[in-house]
């Protein structure tokens, strides 16, 4: 406890979610209002700016489904995450999942036999399962062989890449693309259906809200979700409590990589309609995701929330470029400066700000 | 071909690419003994390429880049230091933000100055004698800037400091027990700074490093990608500045062979090397003895309040 | 008299409209950052010069787009108003011919693709007989007899290049070597140093290279190695060094497009067979590393006296060798093919019959290697 004058400082450990809401809003003002500094800069007025981005984002269909198709994703990875994040496994892999889900499911789109109405529930089914073994991988890393996950994963990002590169150059190289680095085009069976007037590939979408459902039920009202809360709060109870590290924290990275995989599934499915240069598919998606999961603290619902203001950030950094002719690396600036502001208000929350003029209370209670 | 051009390419060229990557990692190793993760390597990296190019380009010395490329990645840095050491922030996502933003920031101030050379980057040095010695002379002391020198000497006093000074427990303790380090009388908050700045200069000069000596001009997003390498490096050599000079330069050898050995091996696989094999050697070391085991310090990641646990 | 003024107002209102649909604003999508010093670069030195020139034309752009973006930002640059759209990769071919049957009042054109539309049509600035002129000069100036090219991808459009480099050089330097090392990215400036080094400890002496930045040429220069530049001006970059290159003129095909919009010769109706493959011979590609300057003069001595015996011209210096393909080139009929057979790739087997040229459908989609070409070849029939 801190004294500041007649306001003194007191520490709660954990903030009601309304005060987790209205500093991180706060936040998100301090950050536009350091923005606005920038568009100024640059010569474009902030109130012209925020206004274009709020009619272009917001106010318009285009805009609203921009931000939905953006966070399909992010939901999807960063549902994932909070599950492995719960669990303290730093997950940093989403990208290199989510990349091993588009890859399945390039391959049952191109190369399975399979009645069409059965091809794009098996690309789900095969891209889940990639995801998962993929994520595994390091889970069973750092159980056996103590390997430190947040290098494993991040490394495995890029072998997954090359693999990606590998495929699209090699035997999977698209005959009818001339020689450029492409899969063919899916056949029409393998594409996932879109909402009409918009590109939202809304099975995925569906895919993703149902998922934060399922996950935030497993985490609250099963013996599966009560482990891995406990392996990630204190793994020397979990030990004694019977819990196996290993199987807990290999199950959550199952569904957590399982999950960033579906999301591969969707772009190449919903999107793309092939498999291409890595990059192009995962957008670092993967990474943002990491970001989504952080600022839902841990919440699978929070976390759609969260894809969302990732999306509506997203969609706002294309209409910087676009509508109002800034350089594109404003919005790198423009997200940074907007985490900052997150991150540091994160203090703010577990502070209680209380009026207490009366010197002698203070020593009273002191004196206790 | 004769075994001799591969070894002296190889060596060469492992020194040259692995410099960017040893004063990186070295960085990033003290930040990481005092228990802050920094994951905007990449961006004081992109930063310090810039201030670098930027500086030298215009008062025309690349000692003065590499001085202004030091201060921009330690104000960087400390930037991530007061976020998470005096407000707390979670320190990956201090880190993504601090990388999202250099690659923005740096992208933003260095548009107009692509496609200019320039005018008086940090040449090789000849070392007098040694430079002539058949096989060993072109192979160590040809190609390589003064920072290849500096990069090893640094390494060493590094490890001496962490390792047989007083300060070097101190940065340790706090890094392995920030609340036994408080009682003993050392500032927490004092040694994580320093030692977060300490990596932010020698990222700074990493990029710097890129811009004004390895490939002398600006452009757009030129680290690709090193800065994470280094993170990589940072626990692939355990923690330790004189591993971190066989990490930083097996990857230089590596990435460097992929490219000669591109007639031979697919180039995809050739690539994937350095990530597989740094997988691979912690997996390896798993089975090892301890003393190989790579351990990261206790209080990694994890912000120190005092009167906490 | 009220017929006569209603006639004289829809006749100022038909004039109206006319000139309205006479104003352009063109959006161009490129999907790198303009300070590429490559690709993307070149595309906007060419977006601003058809800017500066005519003032009923207005240009907006967007940079560093990824390619399954495209059509999110074409929907943007429609919302803007823009009524003409130039998207410039290969990427964004599908997307731009799915935002073409959306738009059918918005004219299209995608560079270096081969799907058109009504409303799209396709244009490409190509390089292949610079890059084999530029062989020539590289096959007088190896010592080593080995030539080493840093490539960014292994796709048809570098695959005609190097074919062609390689052909220049083995007609002045029958028994040289270009050796080929792939980077797989259009820009890793790290990637094309290393690649480049790799080369000279293989002992390759003169370099060229297709990839967005000028590091072969730096890297080279360090060595003291002459090499020839891609794309943007590079002389700057190696005074001494630097001999000769490509330089792109996008400005050409987009004058003349936006001309033809303007005079109502291109229509949303009739771009279907509207494909632009422009040559040296239309200026869209210049042979240099410095725009008005063919070769470094510094390397004219050298090439002159480079003298070889031609089967077809007898005894002749390289540098006039250049000079005369390369008025075989610019000549409007254009007289001279790199590809003119008999051509045989580096297997053996006949890829171009004797006196005969590949069509335009066979050079894009190219995938064969010249005899005379070291290196993997992914793809390689």
Known sequence: ?368 | MDWTSWLVGTVSRALAFGVPLLWGTLGEIYAERSGVVNLGVEGMMILGAYAGFAVAQTLGHPGWGLLAAAGVGALAALWHAFLTVTLRANQYVSGLALTLFGLGLAGLLGRGWEGRPLRAPLGAVAVPVLSDVPVLGPMLFRDQTILTYLGLLLAVVLWVVLFRTRWGIAIRSVGESPATADSLGISVARVRYLCVALGGVLAGVGGGYLSVAYRPAWTEGMTAGMGWIVIALTIFSAWDPLQAIWGAFFFGALYHLSFRLQAYVSPELLKMMPYAFAILVLAASGFGRARWRARAPGALGVPYVRGER | MRKLAIFVMALALVGVLGLGAQRIKAGFIYVGPIGDYGWTHAHDVARRIVDGKYDWLETVYIESVPEGEVETYIDQLVRQGCNVIFTTSFGFMDGTLAAAERYPNVIFAHASGFKRAPNMATYMADFYQVYYLNGLMAGALTKTGKIGYVGAFPIPELKRHISAFTIGVREVNPTATVHVRWIYEWYNPAAAKEATEALIAEGCDVFAFTEDSPTVVQVAAERKFPSFAHYSPMYAFAPDYVVSGQLVHWEEIYDDFLLKIHQGVYTTKNLAHVDYWWLLAQGAAELGAEMGMPINPKYVAPLKGYVVNHPQFGRISVYDLVFLRYNQFADPGITFDPFEGPIYDRKGVLRVPAGMWMSYESLITMEWAAAGIVGPWPGEP
């Open chain 1, 1 to 368: 406890m801190k004294r500041l004058g007649p306001l003194f400082l007191e520490r709660r450990l954990a903030p009601p979610r309304s005060v987790v809401f209205g500093v991180s809003f706060l936040a998100v003002l301090v950050a536009l209002l350091l923005a606005a500094l920038v568009f100024w800069a640059y010569g474009v007025s902030p109130v012209r700016a925020y206004s274009e981005i709020g009619r272009g984002t917001l106010g318009t269909v285009g805009g609203l489904s921009d931000i939905v198709r953006r966070a399909i994703p992010l939901i999807l990875c960063g549902v994932g995450l909070t599950l492995a994040f719960r669990a303290q496994f730093w997950n940093i892999g989403a990208e290199g999942q989510l990349l091993a889900g588009a890859v399945a499911a390039t391959g049952v789109a191109l190369f399975v036999r399979v009645p069409d109405g059965f091809r794009l529930p098996l690309m789900f089914l095969a891209g889940f399962g990639a995801g998962a073994v993929w994520a595994v991988v390091p889970a069973l890393l750092r159980v056996k062989l103590r390997v430190n996950e947040v290098i494993s994963t991040l490394m495995m990002n890029y072998i997954m890449a090359y693999i990606v590169e590998w495929l699209v150059h090699g035997p999977w190289k698209g005959p009818t693309m001339r020689g450029f680095a492409y899969t063919d085009m899916f056949p029409v069976s393998a594409r996932l259906p879109l909402i009409a007037g918009t590109r939202i590939h809304w099975p995925t979408l569906a895919v993703g809200v149902l998922a934060a459902v399922v996950v935030a039920l497993l985490l609250s009202r099963t013996r599966l979700g009560y482990e891995i809360r406990v392996v990630g709060q204190n793994p020397d109870a979990a030990r004694y409590a019977g819990i196996s590290f290993a199987s807990v924290l290999a199950l959550a990275m199952v569904l957590s990589g399982g999950l960033a995989a579906l999301a591969g599934v969707g772009e190449v499915a919903g999107v793309h309609w092939r498999l291409r240069s890595p990059g192009h598919v995962s957008m670092g998606y993967g990474y943002t995701a990491i970001i989504v999961a952080w600022l839902a603290r841990g919440s699978p619902i929070a976390a759609v929330f969260t894809a969302l203001l990732f999306g509506l950030i997203f969609a706002a950094g294309d209409l910087m470029k676009t509508t109002l002719g800034l350089p594109f690396q404003i919005t790198g600036v423009f997200n940074g400066l907007i985490l900052f502001s997150l991150i540091s208000s994160d203090l703010l929350m577990y502070w209680r700000v209380r009026w207490a003029p009366k010197e002698k209370a203070w020593t009273g209670q002191a004196g206790l």
